[in-house]
Every structure is written in C-alpha cells, then in structure tokens.
C-alpha cells in the first residue's frame, strides 16, 4: 500500500503574531512547527542565542510555554522561561533588560477564551517587524522539530519588571495626592501586580478579578466600557479617585471616572501624551495611530511634524517609535508606548504614569480631573463602529473606490486623503482629512476579523454620527 503523507494546516501569522482557535489551529503539534520556524529563524539572526518565554493564564498557555522553551532549546538556544503568570509587556522588558535575542509570549490579549495564540517580541522589546514575522512563517516545517530540556531555567521574570518600573513613577506624589484606585484585572495576567506596587507605598488600592483564569470569570477580557460593568458597580458603591482595567495578557489599558463613567480612550492618550510631553519634557516626537484624535496639535508644545501618522496596529507605533526615538507612543484601543520603558504596549506602567499625571496637575478624583480639562480644552467627539462582513470581496473595496475617490464625505470636503497598505502591500484603510480642525473619517478591512471597521471625529456628537452614516454609506454602496 503506499505511504501518503498527511499534508499539514498552514498556519499564517497576522498583524501581531499568530492567534487561532484552540484545539483545531492552536495545538500543540502546530505549537511545535511554529517554535521550530521561530528557532531557525534565531539561530540564523541572532547573536546571543537566548529568548525569554512568558505565558498568561489561558487554556494549556503554561503547557505551551513548556512545548515551546523545549524546542528552541533543542536548537542550542538558551531559554529563560517564567515561573508564572506574566502580562506580556514583562516579556518585552526582558528581552533587553537580560540582552535576549528574541522573546515569545503565549497570549491571545484580549481574544475571547476558546482562542489562544503567540507574540513575538524583538531584542529591543517591541513587537516583531512584518518582514520578520514573515520570514518565521517561511520557515515553518523546512527542517524537523527538536526538542531537549537542558538550556531551559525557569524564572521569576516578574521581580526586574517591577524594580525597574520603581525608578520611573513617582509613587509619593500619587499617594500625597490622597488617590484611592479601583482595579479591574479582568481575570486576566495583570493580576493583583498594580495593587501590591500601589500598596506598597501607601497608596489605598483594591483589585477585582485578581485571579487569573482560563475563561476570565465568564467576561471577555477587552478593557471597553461594555466589558467593565462589574468595575463600574464597585466605583458607584465606594468611594475612589479613578478605576483602571487590564487586558487579557495586560498590554492595554481602559480607565473610568470614580463615579464609574467611561473615560474615552482618545482623551486618555490627548492628556498622557501632553502630561509626557509638556510636564514630564521627555524629548522626541509622538506617534499615533490614523484612528488617534487630531486635537494632539492643539496641546502638544511641538510642531505637527512631530506628530506621526502610522497604520492601525502597535507594531507599527513601535517601529516609528524606534525610527524616530519618539517620547510616546499610542493607539486608539488603548494602548500606550514609553520612551522611558519599552517600546510596547504596557497597561501596568500606562497605569501608573495615569495615576501619576493626575497627582502632579493637583487632582485626586478623575471627574473633577476631566471637568476642567474639559472646560479649558474642549471635548472630544469621536466614535467607531464595527460592521461584521464575511464577503470575500470586501478586500478589494477601498482599492475600487480610490480609482475614483469622492470630492467629499456628507456636506464635508475631503482636502486629502492617506491610504494605508497591509504587510502584503494591499490597501486596508482610507482615511479622509475633511474641512475643519479636527474632522476626519477612516475606513478599515481588519485584517484578523470578517469586520469592517469606521471611525470619525468631527466638532460635534451630531457630525460624528452623521460621517459613521456616510462612511458606511460609502463602503458598502461601493461594495455592491
């Protein structure tokens, strides 16, 4: 009878390493091919041969750490693996703090529990580049998996994390300010990390969901408003100055008011990256998303050259960070980058630095914080919609309509438009500058979901509403 071998599932990485569903794409025989790539890929580029492997609380995320450590050492590559638990932005602080090569974390962030997955995170801490994750990819299954238990020593890598994060906050302002802290750790990585550090310098604290868990205690671990009911419960029964909320692997960062009301992300990089950049005087410029308010111009003591644009993703905020020695870095789902840190996300430190700016501009509770930066600056007006679509052709939308692009969206004239382009040069986002100071509208195909993703900012609630319309309008009018 003849032997026909079983062609094996492709695994392809998206815009931050590779995530997939657990059992049919995540197992642990695909584990072992993708560790396999990742240890040819440093054997052939790296020059201290070692990486550092966390892992966050998930479904059999410890077991594939474990898999993982076993194989790059059977490469000869020397492996420090966490003794525990981690949020991913320790992963990241590790690999240059202990000059690894390379680091790995076994996450899916904030993807509901079924899924698990990987990042990869370059010497210098921040995600790896496009053409670096697509070179592992080509070299999944080109030679045989090895695996050996000998270069492996398994670590606290949490403990350097925190000693260094000790250095850059001042603690004492925030606790002379008189702070009190709700956390929501979403059952996630972060963990009761945030309150022991606050704690330990007298800082009143309390942590829900401080227990990490496979399911995150029944709640999807994305720290947005509809997710953070129970965070919002706590702050409307007790009296505190703010809350904050991790993410799943705790790379990201939400926040509400001590009343419990949402503080909208947009307003949190505009006041971090003016508190960074004006009170703080970390040199360089800031980078921002396409989909981050454009009222940063109106704050920050630097020129508009010194704002720079980048494609939606925080890979793409870290590299321009690197390129460009940037002070902050920062992307509309929450996600802040510290030219003092790391350049990654980290929701622990971005935390910190949050708390640390409302203590040094004279307030102990974020509403009275927000009502008079409010009042001096103006609000806000932004808002995204996500519109599930599993058409095939929905990728080649935007290309069609920038052979003939519109002369305006709504009553509003477009004066210029950016395109954006995914890691296989194909263009995924349109973003419309419209009349005005602060009116814009983006349009994205995600590039790991079956969504069409819109966002606006205008001068009023009502405008924003009106641009989502027409974005909507556009796309789809286009798509048919």
Not at 47 to 54: A, D, E, H, M, S
Not at 344 to 373: P, Q, T, W
Request: one cysteine or more; glycine letters at 8%; hydrophobic letters at 40%.
């Amino acid at each position: 009878m003849e032997n026909k071998s079983v062609e094996k599932p492709a695994i392809v990485f998206g815009t931050d390493g590779w995530r997939g569903l657990l059992g049919t794409e995540v197992n642990m025989d695909n584990i072992q091919r993708v560790a396999q790539a990742f240890a040819t890929y440093i054997t052939q580029n790296g020059k201290t041969l070692k990486v550092v492997i966390g892992y966050d609380g998930r479904t059999q995320s410890d077991a594939f750490a474990s898999t993982f450590a076993e194989v790059i050492s059977g490469n000869g590559i020397e492996v420090l693996l966490s003794d525990a638990i981690i949020p991913t932005p320790v992963v990241s602080f590790t690999c240059r703090s202990a000059n690894c090569d390379a680091g790995v974390m076994i996450t899916a962030s904030h993807n509901p529990p079924e899924y698990n997955g990987l990042k990869f995170k370059t010497a210098q801490g921040s995600p790896f580049a496009t053409e670096e994750t697509a070179k592992v990819e080509s070299l999944i299954d080109t030679q045989p998996v090895q695996r050996s238990t000998r270069g492996i020593s398994k670590i606290n890598l949490l403990a350097p994390y925190l000693d260094h994060i000790e250095n850059l906050i001042d603690f004492d302002a925030i606790r002379q300010a008189g702070l009190c802290v709700a956390i929501d750790s979403m059952a996630g990585a972060g963990m009761s990390i945030l309150e022991k550090a606050l704690l330990k310098h007298g800082i009143d604290a309390k942590t829900i969901y401080g227990q990490a868990t496979p399911n995150f205690s029944g709640r999807l671990a994305e720290p947005i408003e509809k997710n953070l009911k129970p965070l919002k419960l706590l702050l409307k029964q007790f009296n505190f100055s703010a809350g904050v909320a991790t993410d799943g692997d705790a790379d990201r960062l939400g926040v509400l008011t001590g009343s419990g009301k949402w503080m909208n992300i947009q307003e949190c990089i505009l006041y971090l990256s003016a508190y960074y950049i004006n009170s703080r005087k970390v040199k360089g410029p800031i980078v921002k998303t396409a989909s981050v308010t454009s009222k940063l111009n109106q704050l920050l003591n630097i020129n508009e050259n010194e704002i720079i644009d980048v494609p939606v993703g925080f890979k793409y905020v870290a590299e321009a960070m690197m390129q460009h020695q940037a002070a902050f870095g920062a992307e509309e789902s929450g996600g802040f980058g510290f030219r003092e840190h790391i350049p990654d996300r980290d929701g622990i430190f971005s935390a910190l630095v949050f708390l640390e700016m409302m203590a040094k501009e004279g307030f102990n509770s974020l509403d009275e914080f927000l009502k008079a930066k409010r009042s001096a600056h103006g609000s806000i007006h932004y808002a995204r919609t996500d519109i599930n679509n599993d058409d095939p052709q929905r990728h080649q939308v935007l290309p069609k309509l920038l052979t003939e692009p519109p002369r305006q969206v709504d009553v509003f004239k477009i004066v210029d438009i950016t395109i954006f382009k995914n890691s296989r040069g194909l263009i995924n986002g349109v973003k419309f500058h419209l009349e005005g100071v602060t009116r814009w509208l983006l349009i994205r195909v995600s590039e790991t979901e079956p969504i069409i993703r819109i966002y606006a900012e205008a001068e009023t609630p009502g405008e924003v509403k009106s641009l989502l319309a027409a974005g909507k309008n556009l796309f789809f009018a286009d798509c048919r």
